[in-house]
């Protein structure tokens, strides 16, 4: 036991001391907290690959890197920023601030979401220790068979690759799990499912997405995986195979896993703009609408990365369809934002500064991706720069600017100090001019026929002058990241202290403390607008029922909380959470050490790691600590 | 230091898909620009209302509320798309129809990371290099014997890609004389960036001589030097995996070397075939294009010259 303070409600949601605490926490806040720090951490790594590569394009016929370093670097960096950066901090971002947007206390299986981030660190770590065994994967980081496959990749890179994201992809879903059932069922009392903030929408969605777009993945890796170990021949044409299953299941994946990454961000975007405007965002129903509409539209757009696979015309004109629908929810959010931002007095802090960069850039970014949802336009621009040069604008515009904004809006609340506005201007408008030199000059050089993938190109074809420009530019996000890190190292000890509410938020979160106590609300609040703290400031938090009052001041040491209805959010039932467990750390060290004896073909090993699931499972189950 | 001119010379300068010569490319290079200036059209005026609604309120006594957003985010755009749908369908099957047979069909196979190329059913074998009748359309049968590659010649037409177990049918036309880079699209392996290819497009009386030329047997040495090389050729690793009709068997696992000195570049558009280039490539390929299937050849400097007399006979 921690100190005791005397207040049981204290008492019962401290952390445990020491190490063990430490390992054993299962607040949604350290799990979030760990799993955005996580993704950052990933993200520097994967950018730092990228410059690696970028110096070796700014000259043609460079021998900075071998080819081999080179193919590596471009797998890890996809594998990186879309597996472990892109999924994750989005899920991280959900974690962390759902449960108190919606007013709750806790994720609904507080043990499961601290697997899933121990399943997701392992299996980064996993996939990175190719490096030390140097056998780093290098099929790119969609994988195709047969160049992925037992004959064409025959040491164990691509064994690092398929186990590794195989891992990761179930952190993913038990995360997504979690959130759906949070987000039905955990809502403040009185927070109907149309007054949910569209933050929480969108994560909705995006978890609803997951589960739809994960199994299949992790069924299509079993089964490559399979083709590699025991011969099984999924993918291999000589046995009746084909290699065309393994794009139609990765990109069954791989297309939603797109609006995956990029719903968040909207919903980031979602809840910045308002409070950065003082106003009212314009169209709620419309943007909740849009998103919805996204989520289901985007599991019929995956042919799209199969233009020129040789499916009849007639059958890709049907997905040029389904890729140009998608533009009109996304237009209805986009010009939904700039209505609010119209009717609003916007405050050009950082928040906001990167909201706009999102704005700017992902529109370039949609517009390029009606161009290539156009068949016979992609049959020239799939797979060159300008496809690079796409996605970039897609996903940095989309995703990159947006997680920006939301640490700068949202990282006072978790750690109770001020951001430094200079510095994140500067870091802003490094990111914007550096991000802007490095892909535009991409669309061009793809359009001139320059390939995807290349570690080198030939002088003299009219290449070299674009390549160079993007390096340049490369450096120059380098050092605005560079900056926004510092701004972040600098306010950990040096940054003005936050207080509750910095910027007038109109949303639960803001309505606790910056860095929000362990069980987040010691009153639960009761919403009854979509803009609580605006309506209601000062919220009500007292009276009530008498469950509110013994969830406030509780009889018992236990962590309780609240469940609701699914679409009215009426108070249900009171729950009770456990409180600390070292068995889902085991669990994925079990899992790990499976994987591991399946990579190495080591039947022994192998077994261990089922011994130790089988035991992790039975303790788990078995161990359920609901008290102190 | 390379030098780069007399590559450029074999491969052609700039494979940009908007220098388009062929129809297919120009249809596409169409679609393009127009894409562009509707694109253009949508982004500036997006801009100019995101510019203006980022002022200071206060100023516009408009204030957008849901039928802007209907306008501008479903009408608008619903709009254009449809124009742009039934652009993509046109565009689309224009480079498709086709009124007559094809005048010819060849069989390109991708290999890592080369090109194998046969004509007349396989009688006629050469790599890396394809030769076109200009203004005729040739249908272009796409296959590949390992791993996913893909086959795009910027300036005539868009990429298909080759798979394994699978053919695919590009209909390819040329509508100038001219020397064109074709490209991998397709990643396929350590040495994807130097899978490069030449298509030479001629006039059809050319094409044909070119072809009749290529049907031939390899010449018979002409000289000691020549014939000593033969030998070479034919009693160390080269025949391992090279073919020469008429000296060899068939055998496909390396490029067929029949007329070798008739081509353009070695190595899959990567050097010039000239007499340095080659030397250097039998001696040590590896260091040039690591992770290249040919194995480094050890030969003493007589018995190179000689084989260099003879792979430059083989016109």
Partial sequence: MTTVTGDRLEDVWATRPGLVGWLGAVNHKQVGQRFIATAFVFFLVGGVQSLFMRYQLGSPESTFLDPETYNQLFTMHGTTMMFLFAVPIGEAFGIYFVPLMLGARDMPFPRLNA?????????????????????????????????????????????????????????????????????????????????????????????????????????????????????????????????????????????????????????????????????????????????????????????????????????????????????????????????????????????????????????????????????????????????????????????????????????????????????????????????????????????????????????????????????????????????????????????????????????????????????????????????????????????????????????????????TSVLDAAPHEVLTLPIHSLWPLGLAAALGVFLIGVMVDRTSIGLVGLAGLAVCVIGWLWSRQDEP | MRAWGPLVAAVGENPSALRARGPAAAEIAALWWLMLGLAAAVYAVTIVLLAVASRRAGRYTLRPGHGFVVVCGVAVPAVILVVLMVLTIRTGVATLATDDEPALTVQVEGRQFWWDVRYDDGAVVTANELHLPVGEQVEVELTSDDVVHSFWVPQLHGKLDMIPGRVNRLLLQADEPGVYRGICGEFCGIQHARMHFVVVAEPREQFDAWLEGQRAEAAEPAGDLAAEGREVFLGTSCVACHAIRGETGPNAIGPDLTHLASRRTIAAGMLANNRGNLAGWILDPQSQKQGARMPPTNLEGPQLQALLAYLESLE
């Avoid at chain 1, 300008?386 to 947006?402: C, S």
């Fill in chain 1, 115 to 563: 697997f899933g981030y121990w399943a997701y660190l392992f299996g980064g770590i996993f996939l990175y220790s190719s490096f030390l065994a140097g056998s780093v994967p290098d099929s790119g980081w969609y994988a195709y068979p047969p160049l992925s496959g037992p004959e064409y990749s025959p040491r164990s890179n691509l064994d690092f690759w398929l186990l590794g994201v195989t891992f990761v992809e179930v952190s993913g879903v038990i995360a997504a799990f979690e959130i759906v059932v949070l987000i039905l069922r955990f809502r403040a009392p009185g927070m109907a499912i149309s007054r949910m903030p569209l933050f929480v929408w969108s994560l909705l969605v995006t978890a609803t997405m997951i589960l739809v777009a994960f199994p299949p993945l992790i069924m299509g890796t079993v089964l490559l995986e399979l083709d590699r170990k025991v011969g099984t021949g999924f993918y291999d044409p000589a046995v009746g195979g084909d290699p065309m299953l393994w794009q139609h299941i990765f990109w069954w994946f791989g297309h939603p896993e797109v609006y995956i990454i990029l719903l968040p961000a909207i919903g980031i975007v979602s809840a910045i703009l308002p409070v950065f405007t003082r106003t009212r965002i314009v169209g709620y129903t419309f943007i909740a609408a849009a998103t919805v509409a996204i989520g289901i539209l985007s599991f019929g757009v995956w042919v799209h990365h199969m233009f020129t696979t040789g499916i009849n015309l007639l059958g890709l004109t049907f997905f040029t369809a389904g890729s140009l629908l998608i533009t009109i929810p996304g237009g209805v959010q986009i010009f939904a934002f700039i209505a609010t931002l119209w009717r609003g007095r916007p405050v050009f802090k950082p928040p906001l500064l990167h909201v706009i960069g999102f704005l700017v850039v992902f529109v370039f970014g949609g517009l390029s991706g009606v161009m290539v949802a156009s068949v016979p336009f992609d049959w020239q621009a799939h797979d060159t720069y300008f496809v690079v040069a796409h996605f970039h604008y897609v996903l940095i515009g989309g995703v990159l600017f947006p997680v920006l904004a939301g640490l700068t809006y949202w990282l006072p609340k978790m750690t109770g100090r001020l951001l430094d506005d200079r510095l994140g201007t500067v870091a802003f408008w490094l990111l914007f001019a550096g991000f802007n030199l490095t892909f535009l000059p991409q669309h061009v050089v793809g359009l001139l026929g320059m390939p995807r993938r290349v570690y080198t190109y030939p002088s003299g074809i009219g290449w070299d002058v674009y390549n160079l420009l993007s390096t340049v530019g490369a450096f120059v996000v380098a050092a605005g990241m560079a900056v926004f890190v510092a701004d972040v190292v600098r306010s950990r000890w040096r940054g003005a202290p936050a207080g509750d509410d910095p910027w007038g938020g109109n949303t639960l979160e803001w309505a606790t403390t910056s860095p929000p106590e362990p069980f987040n609300f010691r009153v639960i609040p009761i919403a009854t607008t979509r803009d609580p703290l605006w309506d209601e400031r000062p919220l009500d938090l007292a009276g009530g029922p008498a469950w509110r009052r013994e969830l406030a001041h509780p009889v018992v040491s236990r962590r309780e909380m609240v469940s």
